[in-house]
């Protein structure tokens, strides 16, 4: 067993769990009560917030697969790099659109997937 690819999935767990309840009261609901905004584009960024949930979810899976069952580099890298991806984005958001760090916190989640996920990389 990979004991950093095991904290990645914990991680990940912990990230789609806070994305599934937390996030949906604190800004689906709200996104979702718009009027102004017309139904397709609504819906659209409704369904990108189900793809999100899945991919935490298949993230989650992912990373327990390759620390219980099966190492697999590859898919690690491709996990780590998902992780790091997002984490950056958020950052990026926060620097250009000029937001509290601690106001948009996605990056807080990612970072330590990604991190976990190089140790990972690094001990196997």
């Known amino acids: 067993m990979n004991r950093f690819l095991l904290a990645a999935a914990v991680m990940s767990l912990i990230t789609f769990l806070a994305h599934l309840f937390l996030g949906g009261h604190d800004i689906v609901n709200p996104l979702l009560k718009v009027s102004e905004l017309q139904d397709i584009p609504k819906l659209t960024a409704y369904y ?5 949930t899945l991919l935490l979810f298949a ?13 697999d580099v590859p898919l690690t890298v491709m ?4 992780a790091a991806a ?8 926060i ?3 000029q937001l509290q760090p601690l106001d ?3 990056w807080a ?6 991190l976990f996920g190089v140790l990972g990389l690094t001990s196997a």
């Not at 990108?48 to 999100?52: L, P």
């Not at 989650?60 to 190492?71: H, I, K």
């Not at 989640?109 to 990604?114: E, K, S």
Request: charged share 0%; proline share 7%; hydrophobic share 55%.
């Open 48 to 52: 990108g917030w189900h793809i999100v």
């Open 59 to 71: 993230m989650t899976c992912a990373y327990a697969y390759v620390a219980f069952v099966q190492p």
């Open 79 to 82: 996990l780590t790099s998902m």
């Open 86 to 93: 997002c984490a950056l984005l958020s950052i990026g958001l």
């Open 95 to 97: 620097v250009t659109r």
């Open 104 to 106: 948009y916190p996605q």
């Open 109 to 114: 989640l990612f970072l330590p997937i990604a």
